[in-house]
């Protein structure tokens, strides 16, 4: 993580699974992702809920032939309560991703999905909910 994402590295996000159907991804509180109210920062807590929903697009796009390319077009969120201790973002929509793969492979033309992450602490109690719109599109030529 620390070549790819190194701001993810430092804020201290995980993948905590990864499976065909799910990511979640963990963030802790910590001093250098804390903001002036004493809970975690909203632009880290994002970092963690759009890896939670990448890591599922990227699993599907890996080696697909033709390549495909990804890009976030879309973000929304709402906060319903503040985020301390370890966050967990957790994104159920790995058949949503991979039925748009499939569409983008098969048309050739780019496809959007919407992946939603839903963040709670360690009591389970939910802190955010996330939602990203990824453009996924198969590239002509590969």
Partial sequence: MLAKLPMAYL???RIATLTSELASVTIPYKYINKNPFNSIY???LSMAAELSTGALCMMYVY???PAI???VVHMEADFTKKAVGTITFTCQDGQL?????ETTKAAGQGVTVTA??????????QVAIFRYTWSLKAK???
């Fill in 11 to 13: 804020a201290g996000l």
């Fill in 140 to 142: 002509t030529g590969s």
């Fill in 116 to 125: 939603t992450s839903i963040g709670t602490d360690e009591r389970g109690e």
């Fill in 97 to 101: 991703i991979q039925q748009a793969v």
């Fill in 69 to 71: 390319s990804m890009l």
């Fill in 63 to 65: 080696r697909a032939h």
């Fill in 42 to 44: 909203f632009a880290c």
